[in-house]
């Protein structure tokens, strides 16, 4: 989102300094005919447009192009929040069902760390996302289920075990990815993804 705001600003800075320019130096920008003289000028409603009668109109070039920019931005800013969305919608869901199991989790960043990559991993050597998928729920179970473990039967403080779990998952899924799938693309890191499903209604927007 962050990324998003910073390129509409530079964008609309950009559109702002192109305006000025024309607004300045239009009347040297414009050609110059024996119809007009380059100066900044609209057509009357009903005049005939000559062959060589060029006239430029800053404002409502100006207009069009800020629209154009922000409708432009508005669209990759959306695209770009539904995509980064997604996994936060996903991690903050998980944390509801925690919470309601009585148990604060903290630790699903690290989780989700470790389920992704064991996915990508085991899809890679079986060649079936499909196991890929089942192994990240399994793995996820399990890293779900050891924290809980921690937490009921010895008391461990659950803000602990969860940041325990978000650095041990941040540590371990970075050192595996630059020491061996880095190494090794085709044979830990080629899993493939899974076909875009067309939902009807919602694959028409550009957007989405």
Known sequence: MLVGLS????????????????????NELAPKTPD??????????GEPVQP?????????FFIYAVYFMI?????????????????????????????????VNIGIEGIMLICAQAAVMA???????????TVAIIVGGLLAAFHAF????????????????????????????????AHA???LNNSGTFPIIAIPGLSKIPVL
């Open 7 to 26: 390129g509409f600003a530079f964008i609309m800075g950009l559109a702002l300094v192109v305006a000025v320019i024309i607004v300045a130096f239009g």
């Open 36 to 45: 007009t003289e380059g100066k900044l000028a609209s057509y009357a409603c």
């Open 52 to 60: 060589t009668k060029v006239r430029v109109n800053a404002e409502n």
């Open 71 to 103: 409708f432009d931005v508005l669209g990759f800013v959306l695209a770009t929040t539904i995509a980064v969305a997604t996994p936060l919608t996903l991690g903050a869901l998980s944390g509801v069902f925690c919470e309601r199991a009585g148990v």
């Open 123 to 133: 899809a890679t050597f079986s060649h079936n996302l499909y196991i890929g998928l």
């Open 150 to 181: 921690l937490v009921i039967r010895f008391k461990v403080d659950q803000i602990i075990s969860g940041v325990a779990i978000n650095i041990f998952g941040a540590g371990a899924t970075s050192f595996i990815s630059s020491r061996f799938m």
């Open 185 to 187: 693309v085709d044979k």
